[in-house]
């Protein structure tokens, strides 16, 4: 069985910066492309990184893009994302996920993610 645990949300003001994390449990970790996706109350589900199985490419979304940092470490079956310059417009549950398939890349396609975490709430105050 799949598990997906995220950790480190919380409450911060504006230009914070928090660091979420994901350990896996039950499937190969390091053989999967792992994604961290967000949604907003009363919004869809939204990309906001991914990262190849190595952690070799990694793609983000635009919004998050230069302030935003995924990482992993397959000997900790752990991923990482670091956010920095947080605005109220971060706020949101932050979801990881893992890949359906071994050696896909990140992709901003929620379908290509088979398992997902509970979600860790983060909430920008202005």
């Known amino acids: 069985q799949v598990q997906l645990v995220e950790s480190g949300g919380g409450l911060v003001q504006t230009g914070d910066s928090l660091r979420l994390s994901c350990t896996a449990s039950?499937?190969?970790?390091?053989?999967?492309?792992m994604g961290w996706f967000r949604q907003a109350p009363g919004k869809e589900r939204e990309f906001v990184a991914g990262?190849?199985?190595?952690?070799?490419?990694?793609a983000y979304a635009d919004p998050v893009k230069d302030r935003f940092t995924i990482s992993r470490d397959n000997a900790k079956n752990t991923v990482y994302l670091q956010m920095n310059s947080l605005k109220p417009d971060d706020t949101a549950v932050y979801y990881c996920?893992?890949?359906?398939?071994?050696?896909?890349?990140?992709?901003?396609?929620?379908?290509?993610?088979?398992?997902w975490g509970q979600g860790t709430q983060v909430t920008v105050s202005s």
């Open positions: 996920s893992s890949g359906r398939a071994f050696g896909m890349s990140p992709s901003e396609r929620d379908g290509n993610y088979a398992y």
């Open positions: 039950g499937r190969t970790f390091g053989s999967y492309v």
């Open positions: 990262i190849s199985w190595n952690g070799g490419t990694t």
